[in-house]
């Protein structure tokens, strides 16, 4: 059954007059003398936005929450797996590629473009109802706005396109870039819609500052976060490296015994961003914790470790101790489960968003491209954190240093961002599958390989835009192998 859950009631005012259907609201959106209204505030035009990521329900359990952006991709990846037929199950074995109105390119971009939506709303609320604010707060609420925008267009392009640097000129995602325009709009080209990515962050980041009332809210270093990550996506390495560096500034990695402890809390002073949850406002089953979390109480417990990325852990790395054995049998590909996400006793567990690891890995992947041994000290420094027998880099080129970079992050973030399937993607690498993925339930054998210049890699566009969109026609569609 749908169950969309809301920050404060107070959202369900701001909800009534913006939301629409899921297939509508980007071409219709509300009228504008309805959201200038004096009651639709800034700070109820805050709320909305923020709920529309952390609170978006797909229809189905695999498709709820932001956080079922990132984890449909980790099972897409090499690390996490899905041996019954289960929850997630279409997105391990890619059959969500194939399928025009498949739940999970329908999720991503109706989430992605109701963000925009909202965004587009308090920057609309903020220029038209803000007379009681200060400067301060203009500034705040624009830069936010900005910030989640760009978000949203960053998950958007890398979804349904190549990565940048395999060809900007290839059709993009719609750019919808005000509430009062309500034409509809065509695909806009991969360099457009990194080009209006750049131009929302820069002035983000001119807007906004460290402060903020809690971390759920955006601020400038997570700004600074979102433009270190689509500056790597673009390899735009300088700027990757700086943003990357500025945005990890007061966020210190945290220690042996926090890392163990559940990844469950987001006033963990590594967290950069993440949204809380209290008791009245739990998934439940749809929870991310019910699908990965098998000390858990209650949920589905369905999604395991491959044996190949286990095997990547020194003895020494405390992250090995939280992937541990089960009872079942290797061919099984139950053999290993994960304890690193744990939810708590109330079913309240934060989500977390960014990381300052993230942001250290980021950084010395970006720095190894004008300074590798520079880049080798930065990495020591980061592994050191987690195995205290780390060694420095004996990497003879950037490209095999990149190679060890890339694992460290599936190492360090695997199930937060999808980081093995969308760094495979933006390095335009072939996916193959070892360890004990289970062929069955797979759908394609061990060690099957899906090259990298498959069209696979694409999400198709949904076929309600195809629909609804005059801009966007059956020739518009991104093709299929």
């Known amino acids: 059954m749908k169950k969309v859950f809301y920050v404060s009631l107070v959202f369900l005012v701001f909800f009534g007059i913006t939301a629409c259907d899921n297939e509508d609201f980007l071409r219709d959106p509300a009228p504008t003398d309805e959201i200038s209204g004096e009651f639709v505030t800034p700070q109820l035009a805050a709320i909305g936005m923020y709920s529309a990521y952390r609170d978006w329900y797909g229809g189905s359990h695999d498709v709820a929450t932001a956080k079922a952006v990132y984890l449909g991709a980790d099972v897409m990846g090499r690390d996490l797996q899905v041996p019954d037929f289960n929850w997630y199950i279409f997105e391990h074995r890619w059959d969500v590629v194939t399928i025009p109105n498949a739940r999970r390119n329908n999720f991503v971009w109706d989430l ?165 949850f209290n008791s009245s406002e739990n998934w439940g089953y749809a929870s991310f914790y019910s699908f990965i979390d098998h000390d858990r109480t209650a949920g589905y417990k369905d999604i395991y470790v491959n044996s190949a990325f286990y095997d990547l852990f020194s003895t020494t790395d405390y992250r090995r101790s939280l992937i541990v054995t089960t009872s079942s049998s290797l061919a099984s590909g139950k053999r290993y489960r994960t304890r690193k996400f744990r939810d708590t006793a109330d079913l309240t567990g934060n989500m977390v968003l960014m990381r300052s690891s993230e942001m250290y890995l980021i950084e010395v992947e970006a720095k190894a491209h004008s300074d590798l041994p520079g880049a080798k000290n930065l990495l020591l420094q980061f592994q050191l954190q987690r195995d205290p027998n780390a060694v420095l880099s004996s990497a003879a080129t950037v490209d095999a240093f990149v190679e060890e970079v890339l694992v460290e992050r599936r190492k360090e973030l695997y199930g937060e961002l999808g980081v093995d399937y969308f760094d495979m993607k933006r390095h335009q690498k072939n996916m193959t599958r070892t360890g004990n993925a289970v062929w069955n339930v797979v759908g394609y054998s061990v060690g099957q390989t899906i090259p990298a210049t498959s069209n696979l890699w694409n999400f198709l566009i949904p076929q309600d835009e195809i629909d609804f969109n005059d801009a966007i026609g059956p020739e518009d569609q991104n093709p299929l192998d």
């Open 112 to 276: 992605c473009y109701k963000l925009i939506f909202h965004a587009n709303t308090l920057m609309y609320v903020v220029e038209s109802n803000g007379g009681g604010l200060t400067a301060d707060q203009i500034k705040s609420y624009k830069g936010q706005a900005l910030t989640m925008r760009a978000l949203a267009y960053y998950d958007l392009i890398r979804s349904f396109q190549f990565t940048y640097a395999k060809n900007p000129q290839l059709p993009g995602v719609p750019l919808d870039l005000s509430i009062a325009d309500s034409d509809h709009k065509p695909r806009g080209t991969v360099e457009q819609v990194y080009n209006q990515m750049y131009e929302d962050l820069t002035e983000a980041i001119s807007l906004l500052s460290a402060n903020r009332e809690s971390k759920f809210v955006v601020n400038e270093n997570v700004a600074k976060g979102v433009f270190a990550r689509v500056a790597l996506e673009k390899r735009d390495y300088n700027k990757a490296a700086q943003m990357a560096a500025e945005a990890r500034q007061g966020y210190p990695l945290m220690n042996q015994a926090t890392y163990v402890a559940g990844f469950n809390d987001f006033n963990n002073g590594e967290w950069m961003w993440g949204f809380p």
